[in-house]
């Protein structure tokens, strides 16, 4: 997907374990969100940012944690992965939400 | 009660067939509308983008909002094998910073 990456692009990890996602942008987008997608959930929110260190929650937030010290990088922390993580994750960026989102490619997580 | 609301499916349809996808929502300030297209194991693209009520055409694919009903429709004309995937709505208020999804519809086109 032209002007955002996302890496890994495929993760298995141990219960208990942390892990970070990456996402990149080279749109110079203001704002960057982390979802998630499950059967039968859709597009769920976990976290987003408005610019720069400013971030705050979306609809499932809980265990997870995000940094934004650039621009163009936005990371998503799974403090303590569980089982109940396991899925795929999209990162977006968006000028504004006007116009709709540019998604990543995903990265798919299982959680063992 | 969710704000949009979108049929699951799957629907599967032959080759050449119109496709009607849509999507009802609550939130009568919503005002700028979108569709996108999600292939297995991609990330959603976003396929098309409206203001407002009417309707918005692009190809074989034409986009409705019916603002009234708070109803919004995706139309594919002639479709193919190759538009097999799952499309999703998405509606914003004006200006904010968020989108606000349905769940998607996973469409079949059978040759």
């Known amino acids: 997907d032209a002007g955002i990456t996302q890496s890994p692009r495929h993760k298995v990890t141990e219960t208990g374990t942390p892990v970070t996602l990456r996402c990149h942008q080279t749109e110079n987008h203001r704002y960057m969100y982390w979802y998630r997608q499950d059967p039968g959930h859709g597009l769920r929110l976990i976290h987003y940012?408005?610019?720069?260190?400013?971030?705050d929650k979306g609809e499932v937030s809980d265990g997870y944690s995000v940094s934004r010290s650039k621009t163009e990088d936005f990371l998503l922390t799974l403090e303590s992965a569980t089982s109940s993580q396991t899925s795929v994750y999209f990162c977006a960026s968006a000028d504004t939400s006007n116009y709709g989102y540019t998604f990543g490619s995903g990265t798919r997580l299982t959680v063992v | 009660q969710k704000e949009v609301e979108q049929d699951p499916g799957p629907l599967s349809v032959p080759e050449g067939a119109i496709v009607s996808l849509n999507c009802t929502y609550s939130?009568?300030?919503?005002?700028?509308f979108m569709w996108y297209r999600q292939y297995s194991r991609k990330g959603p693209e976003l396929l098309m983008y409206?203001?407002?009520?009417g309707n918005k055409e692009d190809g074989r694919f034409t986009a409705q909002v019916d603002k009234s009903s708070k109803y919004i429709s995706l139309f594919i004309r002639d479709s193919q094998p190759s538009d097999s995937a799952t499309y999703l709505c998405a509606m914003t208020l004006y200006n904010t910073d968020k989108l606000i999804f349905g769940t998607g519809t996973r469409l079949q086109v059978f040759p």
């Open positions: 940012s408005y610019g720069v260190k400013d971030t």
């Open positions: 939130n009568s300030a919503f005002q700028y």
């Open positions: 409206t203001y407002s009520s």
